[in-house]
């Protein structure tokens, strides 16, 4: 059996790095790390015309997959994960199938917006932040990482990001276990993952001692 944890919030609000930060705490030969990301629908399938679609809202998204994975996941199974292309907006090949580990982690904006992933989440976060950074990091990240223009992300944050993340992301943070002040993860993370290792459901001792 895999414990899943779940960690959601706003665009660039520190859910990778925290992400990593606590696989790397739980050790990497026991945790897997999801991205929320690699379940987006392929651009064929949502693309009208030249227009570029919402990726910043549910239907964007396989949930049915990522609910189906992480079943697997949870019955201790091997699975095979999707994999997203950022630069073409398509799936590409999926992963070779992978075993289960004692944690999945899973990362993503609206994770906690979803019942069912809510549901399987035994441990869920939620990374408060606010717009003014959210907006320089996703500035930042998306003309280095994603070869976007300036100008494309002001739009696409103002047309399509932000009222996403007031319609659907920072509502759901009302779900979350635990949630994470932007001041206090970036003071210590490490402080932050201690409080959700501290929130993970009981263990038994060999999953336990991964944890100390």
Known sequence: ?????AIAGGSCSGKTTLARHLQHRLGAANAMLIRQDDYYHDIRDRAKGDEMPNFDVPEALDFALLAENLDTLKNGEAVQLPNYDFTTHQRIRATEPLDAKAFTIVEGLLLLNDAVIREQ?????YMRCPYETRFE?????????????EEFVHHQ?????EPAHQKFIQPSAAHAD?????ADYVRSIDGIIERII????DLDAPQMSLAL
């Open 198 to 201: 501290e929130a993970l459901p």
């Open 121 to 125: 989440a035994d441990v869920s976060i």
């Open 178 to 182: 635990v949630l994470v002040e932007q």
């Open 1 to 5: 059996m895999s414990i899943i944890i």
């Open 137 to 149: 990091r996703r500035l930042a990240r998306d003309i280095a990482e994603r070869g976007r223009t």
């Open 157 to 161: 944050f103002a047309k399509d990001v």
